[in-house]
Nanobody
């Protein structure tokens, strides 16, 4: 049906930057919402940022002013630019999308496999 391919994780020093990307492909009629969540060791998965159809964005308070979510509608790709990284940003980052799939009456949620971001102090 639909595949999500994430890339861009890795190791950065505190104050550094990383950029994540997530490309959706498959039997896509339209992409409704795209976003990023993260899960740190021993903690619950939490919302990082989302972007809707009209480009409206929403961010977790902890990343406002440091992270920017954007998307390329042509390629069904969402990006997360992370600046001024902090050790507490260390987590597995998951892409999440809500997609209208060909042959299905209602939008479906898809998750990527996750990409590890490690920030050293």
């Amino acid at each position: 049906q639909v595949q999500l391919v994430e890339s861009g994780g890795g190791v950065a020093q505190a104050g550094g930057s990383l950029r994540l990307s997530c490309a959706a492909s498959g039997s896509i009629r339209s992409v409704n919402v795209m976003g990023w969540y993260r899960q740190a060791p021993g903690k619950q998965r939490e919302l990082v940022a989302v972007i809707g159809n009209g480009g409206r964005t929403n961010y977790a308070d902890s990343v406002k002013g440091r992270f920017t979510i954007s998307k390329d509608n042509t390629n069904n790709t969402v990006y997360l630019s992370m600046n001024n990284l902090k050790p507490e940003d260390t987590a597995v980052y998951y892409c999440n999308t809500r997609i209208s799939v060909l042959g299905y009456p209602a939008p479906l949620d898809y998750w990527g496999k996750g990409t590890l971001v490690t920030v050293s102090s």
